[in-house]
């Protein structure tokens, strides 16, 4: 990435960044268990950003045929499939951060042990 672009462009620490930080200085300080630990939180979060990915993709094909079913129709039906897509969208992005917070707590709590 050219230095200046993309959504940090002052290359400031973002809370991602204190996360790997966090997951890289316990896996080295602590051994094997925190590096089992934080290799499994990093693939819950994968799996995680795999569903939300999943989830945007049939939302957004969902709303879009909606959108032009309802210009081609001028049928009101249309317009809940849309709102209650943009629901299912918004429940998926605050099931991310519910997961992310509790992966990061899961292994917090892990490194106040070791």
Do not use: H
């Amino acid at each position: 990435m050219v230095e200046g672009e993309g959504s940090n462009p002052k290359n400031e620490a973002t809370a991602s960044d204190k996360f790997d930080a966090d997951l890289s200085m316990t896996a080295t300080a602590a051994g094997s268990p925190a590096l089992a630990i934080s290799f499994t939180t990093a693939i819950v979060m994968n799996d995680a950003a795999d569903m939300l990915r999943n989830v945007s993709t049939i939302q957004i094909t969902a709303i879009g045929a909606a959108t032009a079913a309802w210009i081609a129709s001028a049928n009101p039906v249309y317009k809940e499939i849309i709102t209650s897509s943009i629901s299912t969208l918004q429940e998926a992005a605050a099931l991310y951060l519910t997961i992310g917070e509790n992966a990061y707590k899961v292994f917090m709590q892990y490194k106040e042990q070791t």
